[in-house]
């Protein structure tokens, strides 16, 4: 059970979790089966404030509201997360993300994806100089340039970020892996083809 969540892990975009759950307030409920996807998917819906991580049952229940709006049930084998509107999100090998999107300079967009396996696919592909990230739709945008090179278009409406990558950090370059001949991104689960790159 090496790889299994730890009751009461500290997850990015959330404030430190709280033992229990909130009570009367949930949204629906998900048997997501890691605390990273549970608070990735509340990350992407507006109408997530929080969500309770059930450790034992593996399961996620999404808040459209926080603490304060609600009743904590002591709930000994659950955390509460709140999300930290005070904080963006900032992703390993890239610099400090910037509200809105860079236009004209898309390699690739497809969207279902999370935040971190947007910014992997960018890192592994050395043409990938920037990502756009869609909070609402997932959507992932891969960019050939950077904000230097292009137009800003800020639109806090879309929940778009940008992310640029931090040539000061050393991340080594894949073409991706090859899976039947085409180039893939490798995931822990299956390949998952880009298609065009």
């Known amino acids: 059970m090496s790889g299994a969540p730890q009751a009461g892990e500290a997850v ?51 808040g459209g509201a926080v603490m304060a709006n609600g009743t904590n049930n002591h709930d000994p084998d659950a955390h509460y997360y709140e999300k930290n509107n005070s904080k963006v999100v900032h992703v390993s090998g890239f610099l400090a993300p910037i509200p809105g999107a860079l236009t004209l300079h898309n390699l690739f967009s497809t969207s279902g994806l999370s935040l971190n396996y947007c910014a992997n696919t960018c890192l592994m ?35 778009y970020m940008y992310y640029e990558k931090n040539n000061s950090s050393v991340s080594p370059h894949l073409q991706g892996v090859s899976c039947f001949g085409n180039l893939f991104v490798l995931d822990a689960i299956k390949c998952t083809y880009v298609y065009g790159l």
């Open 125 to 159: 592909l050395e043409s990938c100089k920037s990502f756009d990230f869609n909070h609402v739709n997932s959507g992932c945008y891969l960019g050939s340039a950077v904000m230097a090179n292009g137009t800003n278009n800020h639109d806090p409406d879309a929940h």
């Open 12 to 62: 990015p975009g959330f404030l430190a979790p709280i033992p229990g759950a909130l009570t009367l307030h949930n949204l629906y409920t998900s048997s997501l089966r890691s605390l990273n996807s549970c608070a990735n998917t509340c990350l992407m819906l507006e109408s997530c404030k929080s969500f309770d991580f059930n450790y034992v049952e593996s399961r996620c229940y999404f």
